[in-house]
C-alpha cells in the first residue's frame, strides 16, 4: 500500500482555473454518500438488464460491444424506461453538483451532455474486458471548442486501494497524439487499438511531474477534456470492481448540428432550475 493520494479540490473556482490552464482538475465530493448509494443501485440493476438483453440477443452489435468492455451509453439507456429514470437522476444529481458549477463557469448556462459519449462504465479484474490504455477521448474535434468529461466514481478507488482508478496528465496537451490521426475518426465506438498512445512516447514527450494518479472516494471526480491523455491504473492485486459515471458535455452553441456527436441533450441553466431538452 501507499500513501494515499489526497490531490484534488473543492473550490469550484480553482478547478475551472486549473481546466482552463492544464485540462483537467480533481474535484472532491461531487455526489455524497446517499447519492453514491442510489446511483450505484442503478447502475448494478441497469447492468444486469443489460447482460440479459445481451444474452437474449436484444442489444445492437455496438452496445453488445460498449457492454464487452464494462460500458453502456446513455444513448443506449435512453432506449428503456428503467434507463431513462437512470439518466434523469444521475443527470439532475449533476447539474446539482458542483461539477455543474465547473461546467458553467468555463461554458455558460447551455449545455449540451453528449448522449454517444456520456456512459457508465464497471473495471474490475474479472470480468469487465480489457483496461483501457493511454488515449485521449475525444481529441478528434480538435481545438475549436472544448469536451469536458466528469468521471466519477462510485467506488473507492486508486493505487493505495483494492480498485483500480484512472491515471492521468495534467498537462497542456492541444493536439491529437493518435498514432494514426489519419484513421477514420473514433465516433461512439471505442476501438482501443484505433486510440491507443504508445506509452514510450509519452514518456518522452509529458514528463513524470504531471502524471496524477490519485486515490478517490465514492463520489469524487475527475474533469478533464478532449487532449487529456489518461488510463484505467490498476495494479496486479486490484481485483475490486469499480463504477464511474462520465457526463461528457460543452458549450452547446459550439457544437455544429451536423457534428458526429450531435446526439445532445440540452441543459439550460436559469440561474435557480435546469430544464432539459432533446
Ligand atoms: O474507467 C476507466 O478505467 C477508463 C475510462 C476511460 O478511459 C474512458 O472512458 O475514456
Redesign the pocket.
Known sequence: MTERAREGTNDVEAAAEQIGRLGSAVLRRVFDATVVQSLRGMTADLFAAWEARRDQGALEAMEAQHLAG??IVFRSLLGTRPGQVFIMAALQEFVHSQAFDVYRRLFGDDIAFLLDVC?M?R?DAADTGP??PY?Q?LSFVGTGFRIL?S?ITLDICGPATAA???EFAAARVIEDLRPSPATPPVTAD?YFDRIEIDPSALRQRLPESVWQRPDLDAGDAILFDQFTV?????GPDQGAR?T?L?FRACQAAALPADHALASRLLARCDGTAVAFSL
Request: aromatic share 4%; charged share 25%; net charge positive.
Open positions: 464494462g460500458t456512459q462504465r473495471q483496461h483501457v488515449h477521448d468529461n468521471w483500480p482508478g484512472l471505442r489518461h488510463r484505467t491504473l490498476a469499480r464511474s462520465e
